[in-house]
């Protein structure tokens, strides 16, 4: 019932900067109503899945060591959206780009129900030096 579409990434060379976005979206029987948290990962090969940057519905941020300074993560709560600007790119920033929301409450007919963990379909991002 709710899906993440998430768009942006692509190619880019190091020093340059992407912008991505999600939208959470649920069904017109199944509104969201709030989403806690929403934020960012990614999975360079061969590499677990990392936390690259998350904000929660009250604005707090958290980053990654290795993005802080060069990552601005932002949301719109009305447009349950997610954006991420990231700058200063580097080839290690080379990976599959993940869209993550957590805890979203939505409307059902037995009223409203909350669900945990769900993932954009992910982007690739290839940067070269």
């Known amino acids: 019932q709710v899906q993440l579409l998430q768009s942006g990434g692509g190619l880019a060379q190091a020093g340059g900067s992407l912008r991505f976005s999600c939208v959470a979206s649920?069904?017109?029987?199944?509104?969201?109503?709030?989403?806690?948290?929403m934020g960012w990962y990614r999975q360079a090969p061969g590499e677990q899945r990392e936390l690259v940057a998350s904000?929660?519905?009250?604005?707090?941020?958290s980053y990654a060591d290795s993005v802080k300074g060069r990552a601005a993560i932002s949301r719109d709560n009305a447009r349950n959206t997610v954006y991420l600007q990231l700058s200063s790119l580097k080839p290690e920033d080379t990976a599959v780009y993940y869209c993550?929301?957590?805890?979203?409450?939505?409307?059902?007919?037995?009223?409203?129900?909350?669900?945990?963990?769900?993932w954009g379909q992910g982007t690739q991002v290839t940067v070269s030096s």
């Open positions: 993550y929301a957590d805890s979203i409450l939505y409307r059902t007919t037995y009223g409203p129900a909350r669900g945990n963990n769900y």
């Open positions: 649920g069904s017109i029987v199944s509104p969201i109503l709030s989403i806690s948290l």
């Open positions: 904000i929660t519905s009250g604005g707090t941020t």
